[in-house]
């Protein structure tokens, strides 16, 4: 349709602005003066029953339901009172496709912000929607990966393509008539024709369901995996009806497992896996759970989220233990990138140089020391009575000698009993001398602590005299030499190597934009493509030999065809020196000098405050420490003449 003017059912002109984007049913362009609402336009004129369902749903529309859907708000017709050509509806400008989140891929280039706990918030909104719309008795009927939008922002959610529900009003079932295989339940795999076929909530069930199931196990689809026969995992569709859900308890029995690098469902609770299992096994049929049910047990699940010390966008729940993503990061599967670097320095914070001037202005203090004493010194205490003079030993030992020399001269043999009398000496002289050694252990003890507390009160002192001053600033000199000359040092060893590589970083990226998924690879179709995403294949720089002939289904001609596929996508790679994601590359890789920057600065300013309260030593405080040092030395003083007199 080349008109760029259309006409609501109340006779209002509208004037079409920029495409935003087409389909194989009609486009969607802005509207020139309104920047809430965009124009579906159908390429041809509808039927006359989905004329008369757009006209029914515009009628329906209240403020609650478009707080979750795109929905039609009036008709469009290309003269007033023609039939219908199209409908108003509610702008998604701000919303991504719900698969810009699950998929690693996608995520890692466009949406690099979010975290697993985003994921979590998303998918709870999504069931949200849909509990929404079932509430209201609609069913949405085409549930697939385009037709839910999700704001990166707050993880808010709006289903689109609105048109395509089933509608039941005015006594009349207005029918979804289409379906994407990958997200039709197994019941109906085998109806041929939806124009006959009235949907429900329960159907609409198995799709949200795997929507969840992606966002949380990083974009795998549930019935994407490893397959144990050779009638598995040829068609998916075919998978899907014979309920092989490749995480269920007996996925053995089943056909078809995990992939050996998908993410576990054991990172989520066993409630969360068994009701995946009872939305994709055959009890799921009868019934699955409920998008309530999804809301109340994914808002159960959000405050047991915990933060990977290493990387803030490892969101995990508290009950895996280690972080998972961590453990796939290590084995080169690689799900999240790490935040960018916020924001640079803050405008108000005091250049560096300033901070050094500060510093180097501060005086140091005074020296602080004990006042002049009075010149009287401290005489020794007495010893106690008990305590003997220490010469009586030297006499007695003499005349004790002798007397037994005498003994054994004049009594000849019976002058040995003499022996005995030293013998009876030395216990006399011990007894005699305990009280003296008493008395030194207690004065040696005493001389002990004064010593200590003289060391304590001096180092007291001097800390907090002009020696710990010029300590604490040496200390601050490194910091700010480190500053000034090692760190930018660093930082230029570390942009040499990013330009050295910085081409290989832009071909990478360059190809981690071409999808797997989107791309015509000749011999791997749809099946082929989920089962490579499933193995973590999901761009061009995913792709080489030995890991793609590793996969099952992919021989050398397929694998072949995808290195080819991959070579091509290198071809058409043009270096760009000037491309603005180089300077946030740039960024990231100064990162780690820039939180060192940081860390000094504040050390720096901590030292600052610490320098001017030394040099401001309050006078009390000054008058303590030296009268603590004049005591300790006076004590120790002391300690030294009771020793002496011992």
């Known amino acids: 349709m080349s008109t760029t003017r259309l006409f609501t059912s109340t006779g209002k002109e509208l004037s079409l602005g920029l495409t935003l984007g087409k389909g194989g049913e009609g486009t969607v362009h802005q509207i020139n003066g309104d920047p809430h609402h965009v124009a579906k336009v159908y390429h041809a004129i509808p039927d006359g029953g989905r004329q008369e369902k757009l006209r029914v749903m515009a009628s329906l529309g209240d403020a609650d339901i478009r707080k979750f859907v795109a929905w039609p708000v009036e008709t469009l017709h290309v003269q007033r009172g023609g039939p219908v050509r199209g409908f108003v509806m509610p702008i998604a400008g701000a919303y991504v496709p719900v698969h810009q989140l699950y998929n690693p891929g996608h995520r890692k280039q466009e949406q690099p912000q979010l975290s697993w706990n985003h994921l979590l918030v998303a998918a709870r909104n999504t069931a949200d929607a849909f509990a929404a719309v079932h509430q209201r008795g609609l069913v949405v009927g085409d549930v697939n990966e385009n037709s839910v939008m999700v704001a ?35 019941e109906l795999h085998a109806v041929g024709d939806f124009n006959r076929m009235i949907r429900t909530a329960n159907h609409d069930s198995f799709g949200l369901a795997i929507l969840i199931f992606q966002l949380l196990l990083g974009g795998r689809h549930p019935f994407a995996g490893r397959p144990l026969r050779n009638d ?34 054991t990172i989520l609770p066993d ?61 080169g599967i690689v799900h999240f990138v790490r ?96 009280p003296r050694r008493q008395e030194r252990d207690v004065r040696l ?42 760190i930018p040092r660093r930082e230029g060893q570390t942009l040499a190597e990013f330009d050295r590589t910085v081409r290989d970083r832009q071909l990478r990226r360059h190809l981690e934009r071409q999808y797997v998924s989107s791309a015509s690879i000749r011999g791997v179709g749809p099946n082929l493509k ?19 002939i590793e996969i099952p289904g992919f021989g050398d001609v397929k694998t072949g065809s995808l290195v080819a596929w991959r070579d091509s996508c290198e071809r058409s ?29 504040n050390d720096l300013q901590h030292g600052l405050a610490e320098l001017q309260r030394r040099s401001r030593l309050r006078p009390e405080a000054r008058a303590d420490l030296e009268q603590k040092l004049a005591a300790s030395a006076w004590r120790l003083a002391q300690a030294n003449a009771d020793l002496a007199v011992l």
Not at 464 to 473: H, S, T
Not at 573 to 590: C, G, H, S, T, V
């Open 152 to 186: 990166p922002s707050n993880g808010h959610v709006m289903l689109i393509d609105a048109d395509s529900f089933q509608v039941n009003a005015h006594g009349r079932v207005f029918r979804c008539l289409v379906g994407v295989p990958d997200f039709t339940p197994p």
């Open 232 to 265: 598995v995992g040829n068609d998916m569709s075919v998978d899907i009806s014979q309920f092989r859900f490749a995480d269920a308890l007996d996925n053995g029995r089943r056909g078809l497992v995990p992939p050996p690098t998908a993410v576990p469902v």
């Open 271 to 331: 409630v969360i896996h068994g009701m995946f299992t009872q939305a994709f096994t055959e009890p799921g049929s009868q019934r699955r759970p409920t998008a309530r049910e999804w809301v109340s047990a994914l808002d159960r699940l959000r405050p047991q989220t915990a933060v990977c010390h290493v990387n803030a966008h490892h969101a995990y729940l508290a009950h895996v233990g280690a972080c998972p993503w961590c453990s796939l990061d290590s084995s």
């Open 339 to 434: 935040a960018q670097v916020a924001a640079k320095v803050q405008a108000a914070r005091v250049t560096i140089a300033t901070l050094w001037a500060q510093i180097s202005a501060v005086p140091p203090p005074a020296e602080i020391a004990a006042p002049p004493g009075t010149g009287i010194k401290p005489v020794a205490r007495p010893l106690p009575p008990t305590v003997r003079s220490k010469v009586t030993p030297f006499v007695v030992w003499p005349i004790v000698v002798g007397l037994v020399v005498a003994s054994i001269v004049v009594a000849g043999a019976l002058g040995l009993l003499a022996l005995v009398l030293p013998v009876l000496v030395g216990r006399w002289l011990k007894r005699y001398g305990e």
């Open 445 to 486: 003890l005493a001389g002990n602590q004064a010593r200590d507390a003289y060391a304590a009160a001096v180092r007291e002192a001097e800390e907090a005299g002009p020696a710990g001053f010029r300590i604490l600033y040496d200390s601050l000199s490194r910091l700010y030499s480190e500053y000034t000359v090692e």
């Open 530 to 548: 989920q089962r490579l995403v499933a193995y973590g294949v999901n761009t061009a720089a995913d792709v080489n030999h030995f890991r793609v």
């Open 573 to 601: 790679f043009r270096y760009n020196p000037q491309d603005p994601a180089i300077l946030k590359e740039r960024d990231q890789a100064l990162e780690v000098h820039e939180r060192r920057r940081r860390s000094i600065e």
